[in-house]
Each structure stands twice: as structure tokens, then as C-alpha cells.
């Protein structure tokens, strides 16, 4: 892997948009000990997505959290995370990308201590809002500073080693986070899962200064306010009253905040034309979402990690509740979908540019296969289901989920202008982001609400068999993009 990651000093690029003259700073190339810093700056946030999953029993009981408060630690991170993701994308572009890098860095170390020292259930529901605004910060950089200073193959590897950072730190978050609590390090039980951030953090701080390159957008741009505040309210009206509608019994505000979802969607398209044509700049480019390869690797992530988030939740759940597994062995469960995810990863960039965009057909082939297997199983013996009967299911879905995550965000990027890296980082995050927080609501919601009826086997085959139907609308996406992958 180093060795597929080293990078010979280049010469300094002038990053350029279109039609305009190349008086942009110039950009150095991002070298190795650099990749490793903006990727560690990746990996954090995307661990904390679902670390907290099986801490949530213990901080219940810790706590006296409640049903709807221990959502809302949940949920409270990745909704501030999603919303805020585009803006932190155009503060790169305006500020520095490797500037905001280190105070996102920062900010993710003193929120994280902050969960960490919690006294109550509210304020680790505000700790974890604020942890997920400074991810929020930091994540668009990474792959902003990667777009910017990097180019050609360089490039090309390096985006899809971002995409196997992010594929294999949900699955590790899941077991590291059953380990840290059975550990109960110094006796901080629960509270570890955050505070192990705290030193990670600081140290991706210390190199980003000192081996990540300075870049910036060509001209700078005011921050769209009008755009900001629409896309805010179109996230949080969908993802609020589904990620916690459920738990406070599906009251009158959760049916008016998604019935007012399209109007802030179709408000916010209407506002980011009408900027676009004014010749501002505004916070979601139209143009953008014109390049073909944005736009159709969009189509793909929205089931890609909407599906991938519900499955994590949901077997997390069905494993500790249905199995009455601790969180060590259900996180232990998933490693044989860590082990394939992470071995067709470093396959990926190899097959890739061997076969190209094919190697997101077979992905979703090969998960759908696993995910029919691991639901024939489910549903065959659930009385003698166990982390080994399920090994070859999740395993093939994790081989598939490598093939498709690892080379998406290079599909995404691929044409990308270096001048429009924060903001296409930053549209491409919102999805991932928005797209993992969707699939726990759905897919999570509905799990929930079927077990207690159709019991625990059968609602997880309807999930898995769900999930199975959007691994055939990415096999049929992928036939739409091109054959070779820049």
C-alpha cells in the first residue's frame, strides 16, 4: 500500500476555472506523509457515525437517557454533520483548505472531549451536535485538499483509498466500539469511544501543519446565506421527524417538517439557479451537478450508503436484541465484512484501471448475492442464526461493497475543476453523509416497528431484501457510466 501511495515531488500546479486566466496560487503536490494526515482527518468523523451505536445500552443506563434522548445522541451528530457539510466545503474554498483542516481538527478534539466528559444525557446531546458541526468542517477538506493537490493516477488512488477509509471505518467503528466499552478503560466505560478521538485528533492537527499544502478556490466567494439556510431546512425537515419521529410516537410536527420537505427542496433549487444566473456563486452550483460523472456517481451513493447505513444499524440491533449478543461479539460479527470490504479495497485501484467502471457492476452483483445469501440464512434457522452462519453472507456483501465504495468517489471527482474542489467535496460528503443518516431512519424505523409483529427473523430479511433491491438499481446505474475511470 505504500508503496501504491508514494508520490515523487511534482512540479506546482496553478488550479484554474473555466475561461478565466491561471492567476490562481499555486498548489504543491500532496505527498505521502500528507495523504496520511488529511485521510486520518477522514477516518475520525466517519468512525464516530456509528461508534456510538453500541454504547447506546450503556449510556441509557448510565445516564437515565430514555428512548428518545439516546436518538437524539445518535441522530444529533449526523444531522448537524450533513447540513453543514456544503458550507464547510465553500469555508475551505474562501479560508484554505488546510486551514480550516486544522481548526475542524481541532474543534473534533475539544466536542469529542466535551462527549466525553458529559455529565447528562442533554448535554452529550449537545456535545455530539457540536462534534458533528466540526466534522462537518474537517471532512470536506480532506477531499477538497486531494482534488486540488493532486492530479492524474495520483489522484485517482488516492480518492479510492478515501472511499475504502470510509467503507472500513463503519464496520470498525461498530467493533472498536464494543471493545473500548468491555475494556472500560480507567473506568470510563462508554465514555472511552470519545475520548479515544481526543490525542488521534491533535496529532492529525500537529502534521496537517506541517505536511499538508495550503489551496484555496481561484477567486474567492461569499458564503451563499439564502442557499445555506434553504438546504439546512430541506436536510433537517427530512431527516429530523425520521430519525426521531418513532421514538416520540410519530406526534403532528414529525407529518408537517416532512410535508414542508419538498417546499424547501424545490425553494432551494429555485434559489441556486437564480444566483447561478446573477453570476454569484451560489452554494450548490447548478453547473456542478451538470458534469455527467457527478451526477450519475451521485445516483449511485444515494442507495450505496443509504443501504450501507441501514444494514450496519439494523444487524447491530438484531444481533444484541434478537441474539441477546454483547456489543463485543455483534461488533466481532461484522469483521468477516471488514476483512472483504478491505481486501477488494486494495484490489480496487488495480481492477480499476484494468476494467474500469465494470468493477462497480461485479461490486453490486457480488452484494447482491451476499445480501440474498445472508436473508436465506436469516430466514432458514433464525433459532440457530449466529456470527458464524452469517460469515459468508456478510463477507460477500462486503466484497461487494469494496468493488462499489472504493472507486465512487473518484467516479464523483473525477472532473471536477481543482478552483471547485471544496464545493464538489462538499456536495459529494452531504450525500454520504445525508444518504447513511437516511438509511438508519428508514431502514432502522421500519426494522423496529415490524419486529415486535412479524419478529425479529422476518423483519431483517425485509430490510436485507430491501437493501437487496438497491443493489439492482446500482448494477443498473453503473451500466450508465463510462467504461474508463479517470
Known amino acids: 500500500m505504500t508503496q501504491q501511495l508514494a508520490v515523487a515531488p511534482a512540479p506546482v500546479r496553478t488550479a484554474t476555472t473555466p475561461g478565466t486566466a491561471a492567476t490562481a496560487p499555486r498548489t504543491p503536490s ?8 488529511v485521510l486520518l482527518g477522514a477516518f475520525l468523523p466517519m468512525l ?23 436518538e437524539l445522541v445518535a441522530a444529533g451528530y449526523g444531522i448537524a454533520f450533513a447540513v453543514l457539510l456544503v458550507l464547510g466545503g465553500r469555508l475551505g ?47 470536506p477538506q480532506v477531499l477538497g485538499t486531494i482534488t486540488a493537490a493532486t492530479d492524474g493516477a495520483r489522484r485517482g488512488r488516492a480518492l479510492s483509498v478515501y472511499g475504502a477509509v470510509g467503507g472500513i471505518s463503519v464496520v ?25 478521538n481526543v490525542p488521534f485528533a491533535l496529532l492529525a492537527l500537529v502534521l496537517a501543519v506541517r505536511y499538508v499544502p495550503e489551496s484555496r478556490a481561484t477567486r474567492a466567494a461569499r458564503v451563499d446565506v439564502p442557499g445555506t439556510v434553504l438546504l439546512t431546512a430541506t436536510l433537517l425537515s427530512l431527516l429530523v421527524p425520521l430519525m426521531e419521529g418513532r421514538a416520540a410516537g410519530w406526534p403532528v410536527w414529525s407529518w408537517v417538517l416532512l410535508g414542508l420537505f419538498p417546499v424547501f427542496a424545490v425553494a432551494f433549487a429555485l434559489v441556486e439557479i437564480r444566483a447561478e444566473r446573477r ?25 450505496y450508503f443509504a443501504g450501507f447505513g441501514g444494514f450496519m444499524f439494523v444487524v447491530a440491533v438484531a444481533l444484541q436484541q434478537g441474539l441477546a449478543l454483547g456489543p463485543v461479539a455483534s461488533g466481532w460479527a461484522l469483521v468477516p465484512m471488514a476483512v472483504g470490504y478491505f481486501t477488494a479495497s486494495l484490489s480496487g485501484p488495480r481492477l480499476i484501471g484494468r476494467f474500469g467502471s465494470r468493477v462497480l457492476t461485479a461490486g453490486a452483483v457480488i452484494q447482491a448475492v451476499g445480501l440474498a445469501t445472508l436473508a436465506v440464512t436469516v430466514l432458514a434457522d433464525w ?58 431512519a428508514t431502514l432502522g424505523t421500519l426494522y423496529l416497528s415490524l419486529a415486535p409483529s412479524l419478529g425479529m427473523d422476518r423483519a ?23 467504461r474508463s475511470i479517470g
Open 279 to 303: 453570476g454569484d456563486t451560489p452554494l450548490v452550483p447548478p453547473t456542478l451537478l451538470r458534469i455527467p460523472e457527478m451526477r450519475r456517481g451521485l445516483g449511485i451513493a444515494l442507495p
Open 30 to 37: 500532496l505527498g505521502t506523509a500528507g495523504l496520511i494526515t
Open 93 to 139: 474554498d474562501i479560508f484554505g483548505r488546510r486551514r480550516l483542516f486544522v481548526v475542524g481538527a481541532a474543534a473534533f478534539a475539544l466536542t469529542s472531549l466535551a462527549c466525553g466528559l458529559a455529565p447528562g444525557a442533554w448535554s452529550l446531546v449537545a456535545a455530539r451536535a457540536a462534534q458533528g458541526a466540526s466534522a462537518a468542517l474537517l471532512i
Open 172 to 196: 470498525i467503528g461498530q467493533v472498536l466500539g464494543g471493545m473500548l466499552i468491555a475494556a472500560d478503560v480507567f473506568g470510563t466505560g462508554w465514555r472511552s469511544v470519545f475520548l479515544l
Open 48 to 70: 464516530d457515525f456509528f461508534i456510538v451505536n453500541v454504547a447506546l445500552p450503556t449510556i441509557d443506563h448510565d445516564l437515565a437517557a430514555g428512548p428518545a434522548v439516546l
Open 460 to 482: 431483517l430479511a425485509l430490510c436485507l431484501g430491501i437493501q437487496l433491491l438497491g443493489s439492482f438499481t446500482i448494477l443498473y446505474l453503473t451500466t450508465r457510466l463510462p
Open 383 to 440: 433459532a440457530g442464526f449466529s456470527p458464524l452462519r452469517m460469515a459468508p453472507g456478510v463477507a460477500l456483501a462486503g466484497i461487494g461493497q469494496g468493488l462499489i465504495g472504493t472507486p465512487l468517489f473518484r467516479v464523483v471527482l473525477s472532473k471536477v475543476p481543482a478552483a471547485r474542489a471544496g464545493v464538489g467535496s462538499g456536495v459529494l460528503a452531504t450525500g454520504q453523509q445525508s444518504s447513511l443518516a437516511l438509511g438508519v
